[in-house]
C-alpha cells in the first residue's frame, strides 16, 4: 500500500508529460494533416479507408501507433548515450509522422471507431485527461509561452524581411 502511495504521483506525472508531449506535438500535426489533405490527393485511399468496418478500421489506425510509439524511447536512449541532436530528430521527426497518420485515419475512421464500444471508452477518457491537462496552471504556462514565442519569431520574421527590402 505505502509503494502504491509513492508511485501513484510519480504514475500521474509520467502520464502528464506523455499526454504534454503528445498535445505539444498535435499543435503541429494537424496544421500539416490538414495541409496534405488538401494537396496530397489520395482519393481511392480514403474511400477503401471509409468502406473498412469497425475493427479492420481499428486495426488499420493502430498500426502507426504500433510502429512508431517506440520512438519515445528510442529517442531517450539516444539522449542517454549523448546523441542529442539525432535524440531530438528522432523525437520529431517520429512524432509528427505518427500523429499525422493516426490523425488523418481518426477522421477517416471515426464513426466506425465509436461504434466499438471499448475504443469508445478509451477515447472518452483520454478526452478527459486532456480537458485535465489542458485545466492545469502547467499548460496554462506553457501555452502563454509558446504564444510569445510565435509572437517574437513572426516579429523577427518580419524585421529581417524589412532589412532586405
Not at 500500500?1 to 499543435?27: E, Q, S, W
Not at 485511399?45 to 510509439?69: K, Q
Not at 489542458?134 to 532589412?163: H, P, Q
Request: glycine share 2%; proline share 4%; with cysteine.
Amino acid at each position: 500500500m505505502a509503494v502504491k502511495r509513492i508511485l501513484r504521483p510519480i504514475i500521474y506525472g509520467l502520464a502528464a508529460l506523455y499526454f504534454l508531449a503528445d498535445a505539444a506535438f498535435m499543435t503541429s500535426a494537424k496544421p500539416i494533416s490538414d495541409w496534405l489533405a488538401k494537396h496530397v490527393v489520395l482519393r481511392q485511399l480514403c474511400v477503401w479507408i471509409r468502406s473498412l468496418r469497425p475493427y479492420p478500421s481499428l486495426a488499420l489506425f493502430l498500426v502507426p501507433v504500433i510502429i512508431l510509439e517506440p520512438v519515445k524511447p528510442v529517442a531517450a536512449y539516444l539522449a542517454a548515450t549523448g546523441r542529442i541532436t539525432s535524440s531530438v530528430v528522432t523525437l520529431i521527426v517520429g512524432e509528427l509522422v505518427k500523429l499525422i497518420l493516426v490523425e488523418r485515419l481518426f477522421r477517416l475512421t471515426r464513426d466506425k471507431l465509436m461504434k466499438i464500444s471499448a475504443f469508445a471508452w478509451v477515447y472518452i477518457k483520454f478526452r478527459e485527461a486532456k480537458k485535465w491537462l489542458r485545466n492545469t496552471e502547467a499548460w496554462k504556462a506553457i501555452r502563454r509561452i509558446s504564444k510569445f514565442a510565435r509572437r517574437y519569431l513572426a516579429d523577427m520574421k518580419k524585421s529581417v524581411a524589412g532589412a532586405f527590402r
